[in-house]
């Protein structure tokens, strides 16, 4: 069977001296993977598109297995952030997330928007550790380990929070932050830009100032819970905390 779909190119594995797997994230299906047969040449005619964060659209032949690309046409391809190793590093981390978050053939066309939402205001030059944080918050609800944002995680007060706790998995109010001696202080600022990222509509996303500190933090409890909830240990964030250390410099 011939399909036709809009996808983001997430992963790409040489396969033989001449061919790729090419890994699409599609509106249609969820993720997917196909035969790019020949993408390794540079002259061949899928060679472009079977590359990394490429938008487009793509014909397969669909079987049990892998399926067969025959056709693709590219929409986007994200130059500034494949022509600047930094853009890069946060789109390959936003994108192998991506990949070991999502089971294959899982169609969510609000995931496929917000991946592509993000790539896009990535490439325009919006902050990157701002949309970074927004796609992990958001990628919570799809890895299943959404924490308590809404209300404090213990008594269900809808007070300001004062802390985050890893162990309980959400908010602390001011009366039950004694409940957990290693949970982070933060401020309204801080809790309210952690609820702000679960439920922002991405395309309404306009500019977001934060303070170095008020990034450093939101990372460093992000960073935590991932670690102690999804289990990932992905390259590509070690690569990309490698390049932010370099930025510092």
């Given at each position: 069977m011939i399909q036709k779909v809009e996808g983001i190119v997430i992963r790409t594995t040489d396969y033989g001296e001449s061919n790729k797997i090419v890994t699409l994230f599609t509106r249609e299906f969820g993720k997917v993977g196909v035969m790019s047969r020949g993408a390794k040449k540079p002259k061949n005619r899928l060679s472009a598109a079977s590359q990394l964060f490429i938008y487009g659209t793509f014909v397969y032949q669909q079987s049990q297995g892998l399926g067969s690309l025959s056709q693709a046409d590219i929409v986007n391809s994200f130059r500034e952030v494949r022509s600047d190793l930094f853009?890069?590093?946060?789109?390959?981390?936003?994108?192998e997330l991506t990949d070991k978050l999502t089971e294959e053939r899982s169609r969510n066309p609000y995931h496929f928007e917000l991946l592509y939402q993000t790539l896009y205001f990535l490439n325009e030059g919006i902050d990157s550790d701002v949309l970074l944080r927004i796609y992990e918050v958001k990628m919570l609800a799809v890895a299943g380990i959404k924490p308590e944002l809404d209300q404090c995680v213990s008594c269900r007060s809808a007070d300001v929070p004062v802390a985050f706790s890893i162990r309980h998995a959400g908010f602390l109010c001011?009366?039950?932050s004694h409940r957990d001696e290693k949970a982070y202080r933060i401020s309204g600022h801080t809790a309210r830009l952690l609820r702000l990222f679960f439920y922002i509509d991405l395309q309404r996303l306009g500019q977001i100032s934060l303070k170095k500190e008020t990034k450093n933090e939101l990372?460093?409890?992000?960073?935590?819970?991932y670690d102690e909830y999804s289990g990932l240990r992905l390259k590509s964030k070690r690569f990309l905390e490698q390049m932010e250390r370099m930025q510092d410099f």
């Amino acid at each position: 069977m011939i399909q036709k779909v809009e996808g983001i190119v997430i992963r790409t594995t040489d396969y033989g001296e001449s061919n790729k797997i090419v890994t699409l994230f599609t509106r249609e299906f969820g993720k997917v993977g196909v035969m790019s047969r020949g993408a390794k040449k540079p002259k061949n005619r899928l060679s472009a598109a079977s590359q990394l964060f490429i938008y487009g659209t793509f014909v397969y032949q669909q079987s049990q297995g892998l399926g067969s690309l025959s056709q693709a046409d590219i929409v986007n391809s994200f130059r500034e952030v494949r022509s600047d190793l930094f853009r890069a590093s946060y789109a390959t981390y936003i994108v192998e997330l991506t990949d070991k978050l999502t089971e294959e053939r899982s169609r969510n066309p609000y995931h496929f928007e917000l991946l592509y939402q993000t790539l896009y205001f990535l490439n325009e030059g919006i902050d990157s550790d701002v949309l970074l944080r927004i796609y992990e918050v958001k990628m919570l609800a799809v890895a299943g380990i959404k924490p308590e944002l809404d209300q404090c995680v213990s008594c269900r007060s809808a007070d300001v929070p004062v802390a985050f706790s890893i162990r309980h998995a959400g908010f602390l109010c001011n009366r039950c932050s004694h409940r957990d001696e290693k949970a982070y202080r933060i401020s309204g600022h801080t809790a309210r830009l952690l609820r702000l990222f679960f439920y922002i509509d991405l395309q309404r996303l306009g500019q977001i100032s934060l303070k170095k500190e008020t990034k450093n933090e939101l990372k460093e409890i992000l960073s935590a819970y991932y670690d102690e909830y999804s289990g990932l240990r992905l390259k590509s964030k070690r690569f990309l905390e490698q390049m932010e250390r370099m930025q510092d410099f």
